[in-house]
């Protein structure tokens, strides 16, 4: 046993600044006056700044910290920039919707600081336990972000995902038990030797196997995905917000650096296995968004189909040659997913009203008539999550299909294309009733939020024409 | 700067500067948008004008080539990449041309939300040139795509009673027909390392069986925007209920994007597969001229009618396109020309009328040659220019069409063009039917209730252009033919006949 050097707290250097700066948040939110909390959500907002700071600067760097137990390299600096700028997007989105609801409270920004603590931990994990850690990190704070807002189906929400994800947790510490049976390790890199030495036991592929309904659940892939739009639907709308982005993310990155770190050699099982699973999140989700007519449960289909097309880059993970590409599509259309989907959640938040109104999608009808930049945003984004062009939904789209086809999965491209084309039924529909119905809506004109709207479009556009740079590093990403 | 001052360039996103512009209007000052759609559209037909005039139609080859490295990480080699040749010059002209008729044709129809009309129809000019141009399939692809949207809402907000249903039928449609190229684009930039299409043509050598696949999965993309027999249902609700200026579009330019994509992809890039497929297209193309026509002859809507003309005129088209000698391919472009040419005038006049009476019901019009001279005059000679009647321009479309089809090695049985050969009395029959229950006989009920007004003098500006175009291909085509011929041939050398 050594003690811990620099170099160790270096690695998880953001995460530590943003942890520790939570912990002062705490105490620091009592003397705030209770009329005064939104100084919270920028007290925490510069948190989240200075971490991003940080994080930006590990760029290059790789190292290990913990004894081996959290990693440092492209892969966890690229997701935690990433996070971090969610985390900075999900406060944007709150601080007017909180005061107009009525429900800004200091425990708010702190509990999304603590969640985004155990996202970004999930990306460096290079250990199981560490894993574990991080998903109840960043799950327990969700559970209760969930709930925050009191009203009954805020809380039925909050119960929900809080029972179905401490069921999710229960399968991923029994999958973690098994592994150890099976190799005598938690650590990513002893399993992976300890199942390339030749036989492994089933044990090992069981173990597997519950991980991944874990992770499966936490990114809400179809058959883990009913808690989804009930919970996204009850929560209050930024809590959505974060929650569809960040715990994606977390849930992505995991399942990415265990898999290929550790379980190359199961491929030949577990390839068949998240074939299957991408294919039906991507035909579920986008069939049965097809009948919703909540822009808060349609967009939680949305959610569990696009979940399907980034499982997509996963599949051929065991393939030495394909797998580093195909990881840099996941990880390229995630930052695109991420992008429209906070712009998406922004819109909807403008239009939504005290006591669960303006959720519908006919009170978006006229829209473009009163407000014609929210509407362009909207469209943007729309065009973004089917995978059309000028956005970075299509990129991001050409970048995983490609990776498809280089594995050799033909079949899941075809599937993905043309329930491409289902997708944009509902998604035009959100389109139809801005531009082609009349209506009266009215709109919150909120800074922070115009300003997460109109940055995440531009974005969507414009890295789009430029991606170079995007690609470079999700392309250098990868471990 | 350098990027900028290319011509092809400047063609394509000229329009871009009078979106720009447009966006910073009041959408109270109509008019002051509806000039400045206008200038750019003029500006850019002008921009085209000075490209023609650099274009050298001697030479076969990609002329005034735009190529500069855009994505060239994580193993893609995608190329911005503009150029233009014989097989795509007249069709940029058509474009730019067409694009600034239709939004003279808007200036009276078109009075709710002018500015996003005219925003959105620029837009759709810089995709439509941009397909025509694009010689790197990712960009080609975006372009492609592009179209849709722009489309989709002038279908969408200023089309007829059931336009949102039509409008996102054309969208997904076309976007389902679409989406298998896209993959079929990816496997050929992960074979050729490149999407460059000259640089995928000279690579070449791509097994038979993958072949036959890529080109099926392009030819799905192009047939359903031609649209060929059995995948043309979305057209009719589309023209029907688009906007005039969108129907004009529509017909004139967006199913040419189809009938050019053959051309531009699948012949030079699955030459074996094309050979193969010839007779079965042909097939498809002459069910298609034999269906459109009957259909049309049934249709009691005016604008339905020529909509279904449309994938009669498109069928023949086809047929010439996969004769794949040069009588027939060089005949079906300057075909795609006549019928941007035709269709479009016809849909303007059926618009024009349409504005006074907001009906399309053939019976209820009648005698309306007495009425409306000029109108009946410039209705007649579009009739006839689309039925093909010597001396106008169809005639010598259809002519070469089937003198091409009737001798052509790779369809191989002369029977496909002595059928189509009836689709062209056929088109007589129904055009000629239409026409005489409109402008014949005696008044009909719609005439009695409305005081009809004769064309104004901006209307009559609208159709000139194109009347001239009429007589010009139609009495000395051989101009047009010296620019097609070149590039045709240089087509046609690299198949396996």
Not at chain 2, 328 to 350: E, K, P, R
Not at chain 2, 415 to 436: C, D, E, K, P
Not at chain 2, 444 to 449: A, N, Q, R, Y
């Amino acid at each position: 046993m050594t003690l811990p050097t620099l170099t160790d707290f270096y690695v998880l250097l953001p995460y530590i600044i943003l942890t520790v700066w939570a912990s002062v948040l705490l105490l620091v939110d009592v003397f705030i006056p209770k009329n005064r909390k939104s100084l919270t959500a920028i007290l925490s907002a510069l948190g989240i700044a200075v971490a991003l700071g940080y994080a930006i600067a590990q760029i290059g760097v790789t190292s290990k910290g913990f004894n081996n137990m959290v990693a440092l390299d492209g892969f966890s600096v690229f997701a935690n920039i990433l996070l971090l700028a969610s985390g900075l997007f999900g406060i944007a989105l709150a601080y007017g919707y909180n005061n107009r609801m009525n429900m800004q409270r200091g425990e708010y920004y702190i509990l999304l600081l603590f969640s985004l603590t155990g996202m970004m931990l999930m990306a460096q994990a290079a250990d199981l336990i560490i894993v574990f850690l991080a998903l109840e990190l960043l799950s327990i704070p969700l559970y209760v972000l969930s709930a925050i807002s009191r009203r009954l189906d805020a809380e039925e929400s909050g119960v929900k995902y809080f029972l179905l994800g401490a069921f999710a947790s229960g399968f991923v510490v029994y999958g973690i038990a098994l592994i150890f049976g099976a190799t005598g390790s938690t650590a990513l890199n002893d399993i992976f030797f300890a199942a390339s030495s030749g036989t492994f036991s089933l044990l090992l592929t069981v173990g597997a196997g519950l991980l991944l309904v874990g992770f499966s659940f936490k990114v809400a892939a179809v058959p883990f995905h009913m808690w989804t739009p009930d919970v996204y639907q009850g929560a209050p709308t930024p809590v959505t917000a974060f929650m569809s982005s960040g715990a994606k993310i977390a849930g992505f990155v995991a399942l990415f650096r265990v898999f290929a770190v550790a379980f190359p050699a199961l491929s030949d099982d577990l390839t068949n296995v998240l074939w299957a699973l991408s294919a039906l999140t991507m035909i579920i989700g986008n069939f049965v968004a097809l009948s919703q007519t909540n822009i808060k449960r349609l967009l939680a289909y949305s959610a569990i189909a696009q979940a399907g097309y980034i499982l997509m880059a996963f599949v051929p993970y065991g393939n030495k040659e394909v797998a580093p590409v195909a990881i840099a599509s996941g990880l390229f259309y995630l930052v695109a997913y991420t992008i429209s989907n906070f712009g998406t959640w922004g819109v909807v938040i403008a239009l939504e009203k005290a006591e669960n109104k303006g959720l519908e999608l006919d009170d978006y009808a006229g829209l473009a008539k009163k407000y014609p930049a929210l509407a362009i945003a909207m469209t943007v984004f729309m065009l973004s999550l089917i995978g059309f062009p000028p956005t970075l939904g299509m990129v991001g789209k050409f970048y995983l299909f490609r990776a498809a086809i280089d594995g050799g999965f033909v079949g899941l491209a075809i599937i993905g294309v043309l329930t491409s084309v289902v997708s944009a039924y509902y998604y035009l529909r959100v389109v139809v009733n801005m531009y082609m119905k009349e209506g009266d809506p009215t709109v919150e004109n909120e800074t922070w939020l115009n300003f997460t709207t109109a940055i995440t479009a531009i974005a969507t556009v414009a890295v789009s024409i430029v991606p170079n740079i995007l690609f470079l590093l999700a392309s250098t990403a990868v471990f | 700067m350098e990027f900028i001052s290319q011509p092809l360039t400047l063609l394509t996103f000229f329009p871009l500067l009078g979106v720009l512009v447009i966006l910073f209007l009041n959408a109270e000052q109509k008019n002051a948008i509806r000039w400045v759609a206008l200038g750019t559209s003029l500006i850019t037909f002008f921009i085209s004008l000075w490209v023609f005039s650099m274009f050298d139609s001697s030479n076969p080859n990609l002329q005034l080539e735009a190529k500069y490295n855009w994505i060239n990480v994580a193993r893609f080699n995608i190329h911005y990449y503009l150029a233009i040749d014989g097989l795509s010059v007249l069709l940029v002209l058509m474009t730019t041309a067409l694009t600034s008729i239709s939004i003279l044709c808007t200036w009276s129809a078109i009075e709710d939300r002018v500015k996003d009309f005219m925003a959105f129809f620029l837009l759709l000019e810089v995709g439509m040139s941009g397909v025509f141009l694009a010689q790197d399939l990712f960009l080609f692809y975006i372009f492609w795509e592009f179209t849709l949207v722009p489309m989709y809402f002038i279908i969408g907000i200023w089309g007829g009673p059931r336009r949102v249903y039509a409008a996102i039928k054309f969208f997904l449609y076309t976007m389902a027909g679409s989406i298998l190229m896209l993959l079929a684009i990816l496997w050929l930039g992960i074979y050729g390392n490149t999407f460059s299409v000259p640089d995928l043509v000279a690579k070449g050598n791509i097994p038979a069986n993958i072949q036959l696949w890529l080109f099926l999965a392009f030819t799905i993309a192009f047939a359903i925007k031609v649209p060929m027999w059995p995948v043309h249902s979305w057209l009719p609700d589309a023209h029907v209920e688009a906007p005039t200026a969108g129907s004009v579009i529509l017909a004139g330019v967006l199913l040419k994007m189809g009938t050019y994509g053959f051309l531009r992809f699948n012949i030079p890039l699955f030459p074996d597969a094309t050979v193969q497929a010839a007779p079965w297209i042909a097939l498809l193309a002459t069910i298609g001229i034999i269906y459109g026509a009957w259909v049309s002859y049934a249709q009691a809507d005016v604008k339905k009618l020529v909509a279904y003309s449309s994938v009669s005129h498109l069928g023949f088209v086809m047929l010439g396109l996969f004769a794949l000698n040069p009588e027939g391919v060089a005949g079906s472009i300057l075909q795609m020309i006549n019928h941007g040419i035709s269709t479009g005038a016809l849909f303007l006049l059926i618009g024009m009328i349409y504005e006074q009476t907001h009906t399309r019901e053939i019976k209820v019009y009648g005698g309306l040659w007495k009425i409306t001279p000029v109108f009946g005059v410039f209705m007649l000679i579009s009739a006839l220019s689309s039925m093909g009647l010597p001396g106008l321009n169809g005639f010598v479309g259809e002519f070469t069409i089937l003198l091409g089809a009737f001798g052509s090695n790779a369809i191989g049985n002369p029977w496909y063009a002595g059928i189509s050969a009836l689709g062209v009395i056929m088109a007589a029959v129904y055009i000629l039917y239409m026409f005489q229950r409109m402008f014949m006989g005696p008044a009909g009920e719609i005439t009695h209730h409305h005081q009809l007004k004769d064309l104004n003098w901006r209307e009559i500006i609208t159709m000139i252009p194109l009347i001239v175009f009429m007589f010009w291909i139609g009495l000395y085509p051989k101009p047009f033919f010296d620019i097609l011929a070149p590039a045709v041939e240089k087509l046609l050398s690299a198949l396996p006949l």
